[in-house]
T-cell receptor
Framework: AQTVTQSQPEMSVQEAETVTLSCTYD???????LFWYKQPPSRQMILVIR??????QNATENRFSVNFQKAAKSFSLKISDSQLGDAAMYFC?????????????FGKGTKLSVKP | GAGVSQSPSNKVTEKGKDVELRCDPI?????LYWYRQSLGQGLEFLIY????????KSGLPSDRFSAERTGGSVSTLTIQRTQQEDSAVYLC?????????????FGQGTRLTVV
């Protein structure tokens, strides 16, 4: 069974600085998808960024980028120029490739605080 | 509506009572997921529906939990004889079929408190 591990329960960053959130996963599959979701206090889960395992190029969305290391099964999220609105819980998630899509498996999350 | 809708937003129930939580997915989305999020914890998978296929119930924690999806759209999660440890936020998500890299769209959840 696939598992997702986020080893940092809490992280803190100064406004305008850069922070990296870690995620590792375990799978025997070669094709899959990885996601980072943000959950602010409103509880609404919001997709931040996604990565297809068959793509070597790291995904980037504005201030958010990932460092995807397939051999190491590592998928870290880098937030540049941190803003107060980035404060939230961040969850790493995994999904198998395939027409049936399959279950989305989440890590336990990292609580990010942004200091003004 | 445009997004995933869950009702009620908050529910307080007495221990031993049954509760029903409702999820309206985005129109046309064939995949529907239920997750449980205990205070300060990650998302625990409960059940997954995909079209007309048999649901993946592997995450249901006990036989007190059940879920159905009528007409491939609305889903109801039922918890019978609620216990205090059932207190959590229950999140529903939906996604389209056939595009495996598509994100799952989440509702805002139902906060269940068992007293």
């Amino acid at each position: 069974a696939q598992t997702v591990t986020q080893s940092q329960p809490e992280m803190s960053v100064q406004e305008a600085e850069t922070v990296t959130l870690s995620c590792t996963y375990d799978t025997s599959e070669s094709d899959y998808y990885l996601f980072w979701y943000k959950q602010p206090p409103s509880r609404q889960m919001i997709l931040v960024i996604r990565q297809e395992a068959y793509k070597q190029q790291n995904a980037t969305e504005n201030r958010f980028s990932v460092n995807f290391q397939k051999a190491a099964k590592s998928f870290s999220l880098k937030i540049s120029d941190s803003q107060l609105g980035d404060a939230a819980m961040y969850f790493c998630a995994y999904r198998n490739y395939g027409g049936s899509q399959g279950n989305l498996i989440f890590g336990k999350g990292t609580k990010l605080s942004v200091k003004p | 509506g445009a997004g995933v809708s869950q009702s009620p937003s908050n529910k307080v129930t007495e221990k031993g009572k049954d509760v029903e939580l409702r999820c309206d997915p985005i129109s046309g989305h064939t995949a529907l997921y239920w997750y449980r999020q205990s205070l300060g914890q990650g998302l625990e998978f409960l059940i997954y529906f995909q079209g007309n296929s048999a649901p993946d119930k592997s995450g249901l924690p006990s036989d007190r939990f059940s879920a159905e999806r009528t007409g491939g759209s609305v889903s109801t999660l039922t918890i019978q004889r609620t216990q205090q440890e059932d207190s959590a936020v229950y999140l529903c998500a939906s996604s389209p079929r056939g595009v495996a890299n598509t994100e799952a769209f989440f509702g805002q959840g139902t906060r269940l408190t068992v007293v």
